[in-house]
Structures are given as C-alpha cells and as structure tokens.
C-alpha cells in the first residue's frame, strides 16, 4: 500500500506526515518514501538540500515529489543574510562563522575541472543575490570599492554589483557593492549548499520532481570526464521524471543528467599524463565496464521546465542522459554573465546522446543554444526555436550520426557549426549562417543500434549530411554590421558563402562544394589509408530554398534560388506570446519538396545505421513545427505547413 506525505513550513517532523499533521522538511519525507509514495509539499521557501534515499522500481511504481497544486514552493540552496555592515558608500560587509556553512563552505571552494578556462583568475562556488539576481565576483576588496563594467556580461552595467571574499580559519567575510539597493530594505541571499535536489547514492531511479521553483545552488564545473554536479540531478540512475518546474541560479549547470565519479573525476587537469579527450574515452570503456546500458542508466524524461541564469548550462549530461527524452523546456539567460567559460557550455550540452528526443524546446539569450558533442547517435532535434544566441543555435560535435534535426527555427546569427557527420536536416529555417569542418586527428566512438555498446572508433571525415527541404534566408544584418560580428578565425560561411578574415566574399564557393559528388561508387579507387583519410564523404541536398547570397550546394535537385530576395524574419515578443514575422511571396509554391523517410536517407556512412525512430521502427518526418501532419506528396519547405502567401505573424511560443 503506497503512502502520501505531506511536508509544510508550519509542520514537525516528529509529526506523522499527513495532510493534518505535515513533516516541516521535505528531507524527513524522503528519508521515508518507498517505491509508490507520493510527497506533496506545500507553500513555502523549504532552504534544504533534499537528497532522496530511496528510488521507485519502475515507471509505475515510482517515488513522486510534487508542489501541492496552486501553490509557490521554493526549494532553496541559499540562505538570507541580514547582518551587513556599511564599509563606505553603497559598499557592506558580513562576517559570517565558517561553522554555519557545516562541512561545505563554497567561499573556500573554487570552480575547476577538465575543459574549464578561469581566464587567469580564481572564482568561488559561492555567489551572493540581491533580491533573486546574483551579482559579480571580483578578485579584490578595491574592485567592489571601484567597480568597472564587465564589457563581455549581457548586462555589463548590472556588473557593478560586485562582491568578494576572504576566508580564515575561523570566518568567512563578504564584501558587496549594492550600489542603489539598501541591502537593510533588499533581500540579499548567498550560496550554501551545494545542491536542491540531488541524490548522494548512485541508482536511485524513477523519481519524480514536479512543479517546484529550485534555485540558488553551488555545483562546481561539469565536464564529461568527471562527476557532473548539477542544482538537481539523477546521479547515474535510471526513469527519473523533472517536469513543470523552475530551475534557476546555479553557480555552473542547472539539471545534469550526466556521468558519475569512479570512471574518471578531473584527470586531464590533477594528473596530466593524457590528453583530455584520452580521458574522455577511458571514461567510456570504464561506464560500460561498470554496467552503462539501457537496463540501468538514463531514459529520463526533462519536460516543460523554465531554466535560466545558470553559468554552464542549462541542462548537461555524459553518458547518464542516453535514451531520454527533454521536451518542451524555456531555457534562456544561460552563460550570461561570461565571467568564466570552458568547453561545457550551452543551453543544453549533451556527450554521448544515444536516442535523446530533444524537442519542442524554446531556446534564447544563451551562449550557445544546444551542444551536441560526441557520440550523437539516433538522436533527434525537432520543432525547437533558438534565437539570439552568441555562439550558434547548435553545434554538432565529433559524432558520426545518424542523427536528424528538423523542423527547427534558427535565427542567431550562426546556426550550425558542423564538426561531424551522418545529420540529416530537413524542413528547418535558418535565418544564420553555417560552418562546417573536417576533424581528422580525434578518434570517437560510434555505437551498436539502439545501445551503448562502442563499435568502433574514427574521425570526423567530414560530409554525409543530408539537407531537404529547408529555407535559408539569406544575410539578415545591415551593411557593415556582418563584418563586425563575425569572428574572422579561419574564415565564415554565411548562408553557404564563404568570407575571408577582412569579411569579403571567397567568390564561387557554396556550402559543402568542395564535398565528392553523390556517387555510392565515390570510394571505390582509394589505393591506400592516407588517401581514405583525406577524402571527404558525399553530400546529399536538394528541394531547399535560397534567399539573397545564401547559396545551394552545386549538386542540389529541385532548389529554388531568390538571389534578389530578402526576406526579413523576426522575432516579436508580445507579453507572454512569441511571434515569428516573415514575408516570402510565392516562393514556398515554387519548391518541389521531397518526403523524408528512413528509406529515403539511407545509412549513415560510419556506423552503417539507418536514420529510424528510437524503437527501430521507421521514421517519417510528416509533421511541421506544431505537430501538424503534412498533407502526403507536397508538403511545404520550411518547419510550417500551409502557410499562405504574403506577410506573416505566427505565434510560435508561449512564455511559461
């Protein structure tokens, strides 16, 4: 018989746990809850970390944890801080005994790991908030006392909030600069605990979390070859359920699906002797070696979740994310402060994500969109909308497919950056430019179908991507602005023209033209592995449509080119709803589109794999942006069915 608890902050926890009689903390809850049990909790601000001790036993029979229906609750890593003495000006301080942070003081703990770039400087786990919005760290008490902008942050005027730290053996002392807010009439908050939500044993599968607000946690750096900390997590388990909830104000990454400790924790950078990406794939022989398989890690599910102002990501996961599903989330303000970075941030950045369904996701405001590095295998990146982030929309990294995006809205100024092979897009919009690039010196794995079984390893040829059915708007920056903002390192291509470093036009070059032509003979010939390794696989394209200097590859079929064309497509947020705002005339009648299935894309070159829906059955992409099902034979370029002639404005998000 299955229990239903209930915790509230007028409760005990020597009470019985009922809806009369509530716990006061949700941590004597879990300690409780068995496989079936419900825990509800009520309104309130809960400044807990609340580590499960128990897991469900299947999807069924699962351990829930949910915010009663109507009501605000806050599970929080912080706590307030009231006692703060005026040094001079808008600059305070607070002593605080290191004994009220128990055996975690983040103002002790620094941010490090595998892949993290401190530029020259130390930062701290440890943040301080002014009324939910956390402020600057700077290296020495004469920076809070003279604080400069930040000029790479998002809001570089809000980085004159800033603060310090000193510890001793006995106390730890914050300086801060609130500049016009009181901190005696603002709630001012700091860092204590490492984690909201997170489970300290490893297997402890099919939760679920729901309809929280998590927020103001201190997890350090999360790179693939060590553990990856998150706000809340999983921890190498299995069948776990995050839905509905806000994720906000971790000090590096929001939700982590990622990896444990015992197969590698920070070797590259504490011991040495190896190359990270060395590390990288010890640590994935070690996963299989300790049982990573569909039977005990991942097939979680991430859904409708609002995650933003988190340092790292958003969400991140190695291994622990394989065969799950994230669906529907807001995630925005992520890496905005730019104070420190690495080659772990994003949105969303996943290794190894065999079979993840990523989609329906409205994704904004970050560094980079999505990251989907290494071992992207099975997976599917559909219906999601990015804009307005810094680095591109997605970037597809040393994977060698099959993999498919579709249906996407990507209007950053960079889409995609290609670095692998085996993609197949199909009906997106891109309103950016691409770059694409061959990896020859880094060996990756490529799986069994459908497992986590490694097949073999090898590098990035480049090429056997596949595009259809697609709208490439073309350069949708004012003279002079492009040169501005595109980074000059080895050259761009924009929309399929690529641009020397002063940012002219390289004339007669289109995207992916120096590919092989479509041929399934292309290699028969090669007399030696050194010719193999320079070759470039082919390339497959056509029904897509080119405005203004976008470009087709040479080899397209059934492309339709408007070089004196230049639609303008926007973004417009009106309250809560987001609108898209185009206008192409007739030329969407004009392009004979293609239906995508699984026969009709054929094998991935490298791991010799279908493009197939996660079960093995096939795929067919026949639905548009919002699920509509595409009339069979002519279906529309682009990710919307239907749409007339003329100017448009579609909703395309709602703002949770």
Not at 311 to 324: K, R, T
Not at 465 to 486: A, P
Request: hydrophobic letters at 35%.
């Amino acid at each position: 018989m299955s229990n239903h608890f209930h915790v509230s902050t007028s409760g005990c926890d020597t009470w019985a746990g009922s809806l009369a009689s509530p716990f006061k903390t949700i941590q004597r809850a879990g300690n409780l809850a068995k496989a079936g049990d419900t825990i509800t909790v009520h309104e309130g601000i809960y400044r807990e970390y609340v580590n499960p001790k128990n897991g469900g036993t299947s999807d069924s029979e699962r351990i829930t944890y949910e915010a009663a229906p109507g009501e605000s609750v806050v599970i929080s890593g912080g706590e307030k801080i009231a006692d703060w003495t005026k040094v001079e000006g808008s600059v305070y301080e607070t002593v605080i005994p290191n004994s009220f942070f128990g055996d975690f003081n983040p103002y002790k703990e620094v941010v490090c790991g595998d892949w993290f770039r401190s530029l020259e400087r130390i930062f701290h786990l440890g943040e301080v908030y002014i009324n939910g919005k956390s402020m600057f760290e700077v290296t020495t008490l004469e920076e809070v006392l003279n604080p400069k902008p930040f000029k790479e942050a998002r809001e570089p005027e809000w980085s004159l909030h800033a603060w310090y730290c000193e510890t001793d053996d006995k106390n730890t002392t914050i300086y801060a600069n609130f500049g016009e807010l009181d901190p005696l009439e603002n709630t001012i908050e700091i860092n204590v605990r490492k984690f909201c939500f997170w489970p300290e044993k490893t297997g402890i599968n099919y939760i679920t979390v729901r309809g929280f607000h998590l927020t103001m946690a201190a997890p350090n750096w999360a790179p693939p070859t060590a553990l990856q900390e998150g706000l809340i997590g999983p921890h190498w388990s299995k069948g776990w359920i995050i839905e509905n909830n806000e994720i906000s104000n971790a000090k590096n990454s929001g939700i982590s699906l990622g990896k444990e400790i015992s197969t590698g924790h920070n070797e590259w950078v504490t011991i040495g002797t190896k190359h990270g990406t060395q590390r990288e794939r010890d640590v994935i022989f070690n996963a299989i070696r300790i049982g990573w398989s569909k039977e005990n890690i991942g097939s979680h599910i991430v859904r409708n979740n609002v995650i933003h102002d988190c340092e790292q990501a958003g969400i991140c996961g190695h291994l622990g994310e394989v065969f799950s599903e994230v669906n529907n989330n807001h995630i925005f303000n992520i890496h905005h402060k730019r104070m420190f970075n690495g080659s772990e941030v994003g949105g969303i950045k996943l290794h190894a994500a065999l079979d993840c369904q990523i989609l329906n996701n409205h994704i904004h405001n970050c560094d980079r969109g999505m990251w989907m590095d290494w071992q992207t295998q099975g997976t599917r990146i559909s219906g999601n909308l990015l804009y307005d982030n810094d680095t591109e929309d997605i970037f597809v990294e040393v994977s060698h497919g099959p993999y498919v995006v579709d249906n996407n809205i990507m209007l950053s100024m960079k889409n995609i950056r290609d670095m692998a092979q085996g993609g197949a897009y199909v009906n997106n919009l891109f309103g950016g430019f691409s770059t694409w690039a061959r990896v020859p010196n880094r060996f990756t794995p490529y799986h069994y179908n459908h497992e986590t079984g490694v097949h073999g390893l090898m590098t990035i040829l480049g090429g056997d991507d596949r595009f259809y059915n697609n709208i490439f708007i073309g350069t949708q920056y004012e003279s002079g602005e492009k040169e501005k903002k595109i980074d000059p390192t080895n050259g761009w291509i924009l929309n399929g023209v690529k641009y020397q470093e002063d940012g002219s036009i390289l004339k007669g070059l289109a995207l992916y033209n120096e590919c092989p032509t479509v041929d399934e003979n292309w290699h028969k010939g090669l007399s030696n592995v050194d010719e193999f390794a320079n070759v470039r696989l082919p390339m497959y394209c056509g029904s897509n449509l080119y405005f203004n200097d976008a470009k087709p590859y040479k080899k397209e079929i059934n492309s339709v080119i408007y070089p004196d064309m230049q639609p303008q497509v926007k973004v417009v947020t009106e309250g809560s709803s987001v609108y898209l705002t185009f206008d192409f005339g007739d030329a969407l009648a004009e392009v004979e589109t293609v239906t995508v299935t699984t026969d009709f894309l054929g094998i991935a070159f490298e791991p010799e794999l279908p493009f197939e829906k996660p079960d093995g059955t096939p795929l067919c992409i026949e639905n548009d942006f919002f699920g509509n099902l595409r009339p069979a034979g002519r279906m529309t370029a682009g990710p919307f069915e239907g749409i007339g002639r003329g100017p448009q404005k579609i909703k395309v998000a709602e703002i949770k």
